[in-house]
């Protein structure tokens, strides 16, 4: 009777230290759509805001302001960044 109390006891204080102990593994708060949804979101403000300062820049050559040469490295720096 002593051994079987103290072998249930022994599996018990396992049993119970495996349910109070965390897992080291941070946990997903959110879907992974979400997360989808918001970096593709990012990329088309991104996408849009390149685009308006490519208009820019061509408004700019067409009026004269800036020269071929300007607008030609301007509008190189402004691709590569896309």
Do not use: W
């Not at 349910?19 to 593709?40: A, F, N």
């Not at 700019?60 to 896309?82: A, V």
Request: hydrophobic fraction near 35%.
């Amino acid at each position: 009777m002593y051994k079987f109390f103290t072998i249930f006891f022994a599996l018990l204080t396992l049993i119970l230290a495996g349910c109070e102990s965390t897992s080291p593994d941070p946990q997903i708060t959110e879907e992974p759509q979400e997360v989808e949804k918001q970096l593709d979101l990012a990329h088309v403000k991104k996408t849009e805001e390149e685009e308006k300062r490519l208009e820019d820049l061509s408004n700019l050559n067409e009026k004269g302001l800036i020269d071929d040469d300007d607008y030609e490295s301007k509008k190189t720096e402004i691709l590569k960044d896309m």
